[in-house]
């Protein structure tokens, strides 16, 4: 075992990070989307 093993800075749970990392990616791909379609709807 080496040394960052040993002397970890978090032991938090990893699954709600990436659940977080999901969701904000997801809702800032939903929000160009709105626009884009907003836009498109707009202008024709």
Do not use: Y
């Amino acid at each position: 075992m080496n040394e960052f093993e040993k002397n970890v800075q978090s032991k938090r749970n990893d699954i709600g990070d990436s659940a977080v990392g999901f969701i904000v990616s997801f809702v800032f791909f939903a929000v160009i989307f709105g626009i884009a379609v907003t836009v498109q709807v707009i202008g024709s």
